[in-house]
């Protein structure tokens, strides 16, 4: 396959300047011809790298049964982090960190080749849109339309329906900023896609610094009055992919209440309270120590405290044991879908060995599921002139 490299530059030291909860403010903006201005809020949120080495790689992977070729874009920087992103569903391949040693592995579960792809997958880092999670009964009524969607779940839709976001080869380019490198993504989901009213425009943006930060953030607009609930499913496992299970992850979740479910894991409703419950998290615990009491495992959206809607502001904080490795994870959505691979089966193989049950969680940055169709809920509702923007940032570390 042939590479191209499309960057490699040496970054200007920025100033910066602290910000609550240790996140520094990037002291310039850069636009990227989006009408947005990317690290104009971006910035606000992306800590500043030392003047260090920032590469971006393109290169072939292979084409659909139509002929359309797929792209993959590897982001690196100085200090290990090496991240690789599919034009196909606008994937996360795989991300790239060293451990306590120094030594690079995997940390996502991954796929060897487009063809795997192709065959079906549990969303390994996929883009998933235009809602991801659950609606019930697969439909919603918004400004007194009733729109039925794909039932792709039992009676329920799940991840955007049959041919989700997951599922569509997404434009590329490459963008960089004086301390950061990455690639934005763009699709138009024309009106009645899956079911969904108006077409939407939506624009992803993954990129990483040289603080060994991992950004996604993602836009949208629309021509008509719609839903829009997008997120990255990443299955993580941070002692390396394939390496066994992530039981004895030590995990903190910044959230004093969740939302129960019923038997098709939609939301009864309730916020309830974490507390002597096992789905509480606040204070570091291995994922495994109770999760023999949740029926089926952890497949939770949990509530994230915020000190107002739509900050910035820490969800997780993640640390495994024997590699040292480490990851925080800070968004501005509402909610976290804490999910730990209870589907996996070992009819995959990742790293070359079956993924079983428990081999990868996910951390699933969104607002609820069923939010279409539940008023209580931070609404989901996106109308023409509005612009959807979420951001999710996961820094990667060691501890020794």
Not at 56 to 74: C, F, M, R
Not at 104 to 117: E, H, K, N, R, S
Not at 153 to 169: A, E, I, Q, S
Not at 378 to 397: A, D, N
Request: charged share 20%; glycine share 12%; with cysteine.
């Amino acid at each position: 396959m042939a590479k191209t490299i499309l960057a490699r530059r040496k970054s200007a030291e920025t100033l910066v300047a602290p910000l609550a909860g240790g996140i520094l403010r990037v002291g310039c903006l850069a636009t990227l011809g989006l009408g947005i201005a990317l690290l104009g809020q971006a910035g606000d949120y992306f800590t500043s790298g030392a003047a260090q080495a920032m590469e971006i790689v393109k290169q072939s992977v292979g084409k659909l049964p139509d002929g359309t070729e797929v792209h993959e874009y590897i982001l690196s920087n100085s200090r290990g982090l090496r991240v690789r992103i599919w034009t196909y569903g606008g994937t996360l391949i795989t991300v790239e960190t060293p451990d306590r040693n120094g030594k690079p592995a995997p940390i996502t579960l991954y796929l060897d080749t487009l063809q795997d792809y192709l065959k079906g997958h549990p969303f390994f880092g996929s883009l998933v849109g235009r809602y991801a999670n659950r609606i019930a009964k697969a439909r919603f009524v918004l400004d007194g339309v009733e729109y039925p969607l794909a039932a792709n779940n039992g009676p329920n839709h799940l991840h955007g329906g049959r041919k989700g976001f997951d599922k569509y080869v997404w434009g590329a380019e490459p963008v960089q900023g004086p301390d950061w490198a990455g690639v934005r993504l763009k699709r138009t989901s024309p009106d009645m896609e899956e079911g969904y009213p108006g077409t939407l425009q939506a624009e992803a943006l993954y990129a990483i610094n040289e603080n060994n930060e991992l950004r996604m953030e993602y836009w949208a607009t629309t021509d008509k009055p719609t839903h829009v609930n997008l997120t990255n499913h990443a299955y993580w496992n941070l002692a390396g992919a394939g390496t066994g299970d992530i039981l004895d992850h030590i995990m903190m979740i910044n959230a004093d209440r969740y939302l129960p479910v019923d038997e098709g894991l939609i939301p009864l409703g309730e916020l309830a309270p974490v507390a002597d419950t096992p789905m509480d998290f606040r204070t570091p615990k291995p994922i495994g120590e109770r999760i023999g009491e949740v029926r089926g495992g952890y497949d939770h959206c949990y509530v994230l405290n915020k000190a107002v809607p739509g900050e910035l502001s820490l969800a997780a904080r993640v640390y495994e044991p024997n590699t040292g490795r480490t990851m925080e994870v800070y968004t501005t959505q509402p909610g976290m879908q804490f999910y730990t691979g209870n589907f996996l089966d070992g009819s995959l193989r990742v790293a070359g060995k079956p993924c079983l049950k428990h081999y990868g969680f996910c951390l699933e940055t969104q607002h609820f599921p069923d939010s279409p169709n539940r008023p209580e809920f931070p609404s989901t509702v996106l109308r023409p002139g509005e612009t959807y923007h979420q951001v999710t940032i996961h820094r990667f570390g060691v501890q020794e």
